[in-house]
């Protein structure tokens, strides 16, 4: 077997792919770098994939275009070392026989846990005190509280990988937990322990919002200023999924009333301007698009693709398999 890595990065290609991954993937295949520190294009990979029957990808890998699969005559394993393929692989893959994977499931866990930090820090007010004290001002605890996690109503939009793993860290704060998804059924739900509801009702009866679902044609702008005016007074907003399901226009009026507060980490259009309003309320905290840098799970990413394309070599079920279905539902970037 013969598996070309199409990462040509210097550092994301020590980070994704680390040592012990790439040891196991010896044991099974003989292994085939892109030249470091050199762009690869789809033209390259097509005029190389004829020889490969797996290629591992991964942030900046060119896509897997019709053109390089009328090339890729043994090709039967594309392994992505991140999240969505949609910038890797075009649906015509899926005419084929080759299995597709991602490492979602590594990415999934490292987002969860951001959106549990930002929760966290928006729900204790941490933005606001830290600049209260930069500007000189103490804590009133006569009369100061926050809205914290223990036992409140949360709402989580969207349906995956990503808020099962919330659901699962949020448990020992005992809160109720309210979902809205329409990949979700009312059994699964209940096995999860989370109650299965409308949007309207999620958002009228939720004091914090986390979104989780995937930027497709449906879900932009789903969160509007009809949604958001039904949230209660005093609520979070805290979005890890994509910036334009929210209307960040609607958002900004809302926050900078004083009636709702957020934790953002991604936007419109990215990378925010240093000058955008929303970096100049007092009430929202913005960051970077960090939910995938955990470098526990970060560093995994290669690994988990090669053990799906080791399980496939053995003819195992693989753990982190794209159907055409799932493909179609995926966030494009």
């Known amino acids: 077997m013969k598996t070309l890595i199409t990462v040509y990065e210097s550092s994301l290609k020590n980070m994704v792919f680390q040592r012990d991954a790439i040891d196991t993937l010896r044991q099974f295949s003989e292994v085939v770098w892109v030249e470091e520190g050199k762009p690869y294009t789809s033209e390259q990979l097509a005029a190389d994939i004829g020889e490969f029957d797996a290629c591992l990808t991964s942030w900046g890998s060119p896509k897997v275009t019709r053109q390089v699969l ?33 490492a979602n499931a590594a990415l999934a866990k490292s987002t ?14 941490l933005h606001g005190y830290q600049a209260g004290l930069q500007q000189g001002r103490w804590s009133a605890n006569s009369k100061e509280t ?44 209940e ?10 009702d999620l958002l009228s009866r939720s ?24 949230v209660q007074d005093g609520s979070l907003i805290v979005n890890t999924a994509r910036g334009p399901i929210m209307d960040e226009s609607a ?19 990215e990378p925010l301007d240093k000058d955008h309003a929303l970096l100049k309320l007092p009430n929202v905290m913005c960051l970077p698009h960090i939910g995938g ?7 995994r990413l290669g690994a988990t693709v090669i053990a799906d394309l080791e399980r496939f070599v053995k003819g195992e079920s693989l753990h982190g398999s794209i159907t055409r279905d799932k493909f179609n539902r995926l966030t494009p970037r």
């Not at 809205?147 to 109503?153: A, S």
């Not at 969207?158 to 099962?164: K, L, V």
């Not at 096995?191 to 309207?200: A, D, I, N, R």
């Not at 958002?251 to 259009?269: F, I, P």
Request: aromatic residues 8%.
């Open 70 to 102: 009328e090339q890729a005559g043994n090709l039967k394993f594309v392994g992505h070392a991140a999240g969505t393929v949609v910038p890797i692989v075009e649906e015509c893959i899926f005419d084929h026989e080759i299995a597709v994977v991602n």
């Open 293 to 299: 840098y955990s470098g526990y799970w970060k560093t």
């Open 146 to 189: 926050v809205l914290g996690l223990y036992n409140q109503v949360i709402g989580l939009i969207g349906y995956g990988d990503i808020s099962r793993e919330v659901i699962r860290l949020l448990q020992p704060y005992a809160p109720k937990i309210l979902l809205f998804s329409r990949n979700c059924s009312l059994a699964e739900a």
């Open 112 to 125: 969860a846990e951001a959106a549990i930090a930002m929760m966290m820090a928006g729900a204790w007010n």
């Open 191 to 200: 096995g999860l322990g989370v109650e299965l509801c409308s949007l309207p």
């Open 207 to 230: 004091r914090i919002i986390s979104l989780h679902n995937t930027l497709t044609p449906a879900t932009i702008g789903m969160i509007g200023r009809n949604e958001l005016a039904l």
């Open 251 to 269: 958002l900004l009026e809302h926050a900078a009333s004083g009636r709702l507060s957020a934790v953002l980490d991604v936007y419109a259009q």
